[in-house]
C-alpha cells in the first residue's frame, strides 16, 4: 500500500464506520453514492479518496464492501491488534472499558490502573484494575501503545508523562488538561466541555440582538 | 464583537483552556509566548488570532488575562449559561454529568434520560434520571438545546431525532453509529475507537517491512 494522503486518511474512520453499518445491514456491494449519503462527504471526493489505495469501483455495480473494509483498516493499522491501557477505574474508565466496539476494530483493553485501593482488584470490562505504581511495569510487559486518561484534571499531566514512561505513543485524553508531552506522542483532546466549545458559536440565540 | 473568522474560531477552546491553567497558577497577564508553549500554537499565531477581537498586549506586560479570557467565552457563547441534556444514565452519562467543569463554563446539566426503569428516578450528577418518553417535554421546558447520546450505538439515530424534535440543536454522539440529521444540526462525533483510528497510523511499527 502506498503512502496515502494525510486528508484521505482523515475522513478514512468516517467511511469505516459507515462500511460496517452498511456490512451490517446485510451489503455486499456499495457505491460512492451509498458511503456519500450516510458520511455526508461528496461521492465525486469518495470515489478520489478510493483511488488512492488503488480501490476501483465496478460502474453500475459499486465496490465490494468486504474488501473495501479490509484495505481501509490496512491503510489505518486496525488489521492487526493494539493493547490498550485505561487508566482511571471509575464511571468513564468503566464506560470506555465496556464499550463494545473494541474487539471488532482490533483493540485489546489490557490493562485498567487506579490509584483507590478500593478500585484496586475489582474487575472493570473484563480486566482486573491494577495500581498505578505498576503503569510502567504492566504496559511493557503487554506492549501497550495507547493510553486513555479518564481521571480528574489534576492528575493528566503526571499520568501523561507516566504513560511515556511506559512505552505509550498515543494518547487520548478525556481531560480539560492540556497535557505537553514530546511532539512525538499523539495526543487526542476528548474532554466534552471543550468539543462543546468548539460548536456552541453555531447556536441560533434567542437573545435580543445588542 | 465583530465576525470572528471559523479557523481563529477553532483555536479559541484550546486557549481559553490554557488562559485556565495559567489563572489558576495565579498569573494576572499572559504573554502570546506563555499560552504558545502551554498549547503547542506558534506565538506570532496567536497574536494574529487575538487582534482579531481587538485584544491587543502590553509589550513586555502581555494581556490581561481575566479580560481575554472573558472575550474568548464571548466569542464562544460560553460566557451566558447553556442548558444540556444527556441521554444515558449509566458509566458513561454519570461520568458526564459529574464532570467537574461544567458550572464553570456556563454549563447546566438540566436533565438526564434512560429507558432502563431501574435507573429512572435515581440521581446522577445531581439530577433525577427521566423516562426519555419524556425528553420532548422537558427538553421544550428547560430550553435544552444541546444533547449528548450516552446510549448504545443500536439506539443513536432514533434517539437524535428525539432530541432534534425537542429542539436540540448541537448534539455530542458518544456512539459509533453515523447519525443522519437535519444540516442545520451540529454533530460532534466522540466515540473512542473512531478517534483512535484517526491516530494509529502515527505508530512506530515493530513488524518487519514487507
Not at 474508565?93 to 485489546?108: E, K
Request: avoid cysteine; aromatic fraction near 4%.
Amino acid at each position: 500500500v502506498k503512502k496515502v494522503p494525510e486528508g484521505v486518511i482523515e475522513r478514512l474512520p468516517l467511511y469505516l464506520n459507515g462500511l460496517l453499518q452498511l456490512q451490517a445491514q446485510g451489503r455486499k456491494t456499495v457505491s460512492s453514492k451509498d458511503i456519500g449519503d450516510l458520511t455526508g462527504v461528496n461521492p465525486a471526493e469518495i470515489r478520489r479518496d478510493l483511488i488512492h489505495f488503488g480501490t476501483f469501483g465496478t460502474k453500475g455495480i459499486g465496490y465490494p464492501i468486504n474488501h473495501l473494509i479490509r484495505t481501509i483498516r490496512k491503510i489505518l493499522g486496525s488489521d492487526h491488534s493494539h493493547q490498550i491501557a485505561i487508566v482511571g477505574g471509575g464511571n468513564l474508565g468503566s464506560a470506555i472499558a465496556n464499550h463494545s466496539g473494541w474487539s471488532r476494530h482490533g483493540f485489546v483493553v489490557a490493562a485498567v490502573f487506579d490509584t483507590d485501593p478500593r478500585k484496586i482488584g475489582t474487575v472493570v470490562g473484563g480486566v482486573r484494575v491494577s495500581d498505578v505504581a505498576l503503569l510502567r511495569e504492566i504496559a511493557g510487559q503487554e506492549e501497550i501503545k495507547i493510553g486513555v486518561l479518564a481521571i480528574p484534571a489534576e492528575g493528566a499531566q503526571l499520568t501523561a508523562e507516566m504513560l511515556v514512561d511506559a512505552g505509550v505513543e498515543i494518547i487520548l485524553n478525556y481531560t480539560s488538561t492540556i497535557v505537553q508531552l514530546p511532539a512525538r506522542i499523539q495526543v487526542h483532546n476528548s474532554d466534552p466541555i471543550t468539543e462543546l466549545l468548539y460548536t456552541l458559536h453555531y447556536l441560533t440565540t434567542t437573545e435580543p440582538i445588542a
